[in-house]
């Protein structure tokens, strides 16, 4: 029987609502062998006592998942770092952490100019330990009722080109390729098609990525075997995952989309 690796799943330290335990359980639920947790900008549960005390069979691949600009829209890159992770590295990204709770902040700032007032301590209370993003303040003004959807949290206030919204400060391409490089990692273009990136995935391909996420949620089998063909073509590795959130990102479960584990087996050969 083949074994399979879901490679793109987000957890309580970033926007997702599973913690660790529950990810894991999840996984060996769908008979995967493999998963990797790729929250936003931070590695923080990595260095989780749940985490640190694991000794399960579920075998997994440290990941993160990097915000960076491309010709002026946000792009994401998923960096695995198959040889794991060293101390350096949860110093690298502890700023970032800081810069989005800063960014959340001031989104807060800016509803509450428009008659929205959120606690600000409140709010810290409510990310806890996560890396604070805008799906954290979409949840916090659900609870609050002052929107009946996440959707209309972003449609109304936080999405781009909306009263509260505030661009993120982020690497380049380039330069984000060159940090999760530095890092130790193996760095993949993170859904392509969603992003919008198929015109320019020649281009992005000369800049230092080792693959491309292939298998993702709503993909065509057609739209698959693209990025196959075009990751061979170009000599890139494959990855792909469910993208699970858990129940903030329309409830996609853990291995709903998964990989080969041979695919796995090359991340290693690179």
């Known amino acids: 029987m083949q074994d399979y690796a879901d490679l793109h799943i987000h957890s309580k ?3 997702g609502t599973f913690s660790f335990s529950e990810i894991i359980s999840r996984a060996a639920k769908s008979s995967l062998r493999c998963v990797s947790v790729t929250d936003h900008d931070n590695i923080d549960i990595y260095k989780s006592p749940e985490f640190l005390n694991y000794h399960g069979e579920v075998e997994i691949i440290k990941g993160v998942e990097l915000s960076v600009g491309y010709q002026r829209k946000e792009v994401h890159l998923l960096g695995y770092f198959p040889d794991g992770l060293d101390e350096n590295v949860f110093s690298s990204f502890a700023s970032m952490k800081q810069e989005r709770l800063s960014r959340a902040l001031a989104i807060l700032g800016k509803l509450r100019q428009l008659g929205i007032d959120l606690d600000e301590e409140e709010f810290r209370g ?4 996560s890396s604070a993003g ?3 303040i979409a949840v916090f003004l659900r609870d609050k009722g002052f929107i009946s959807s996440y959707s209309e949290a972003f449609s109304r206030y936080i999405g781009e080109g909306c009263p509260a919204y505030i661009p993120r400060r982020r690497f380049g ?3 984000g390729v060159e940090f ?3 890092q130790g990692a193996l760095v993949f273009l993170a859904h392509p098609a969603v992003s919008g ?6 281009e992005l391909a000369s800049m230092g990525i080792d693959g491309i996420e292939a298998f993702y949620p709503g993909y ?3 739209k698959i075997d693209y990025y196959l063909n075009f990751a061979r073509k170009h000599n890139l590795l494959a990855s792909g995952g469910s993208d699970c959130h858990g129940e903030f990102r329309n409830n996609i479960e853990i291995g709903s989309v998964k990989i080969p584990y041979e695919y796995v087996e090359r991340f290693r050969k690179k």
């Open 13 to 15: 330290f970033s926007d």
């Open 134 to 136: 805008r799906m954290h």
């Open 220 to 222: 065509s089998r057609e």
């Open 126 to 129: 409510f990310v806890k330990d």
């Open 173 to 175: 391409f380039t330069e």
């Open 197 to 202: 990136l198929d015109p320019v995935l020649t």
């Open 180 to 182: 999760l490089k530095k």
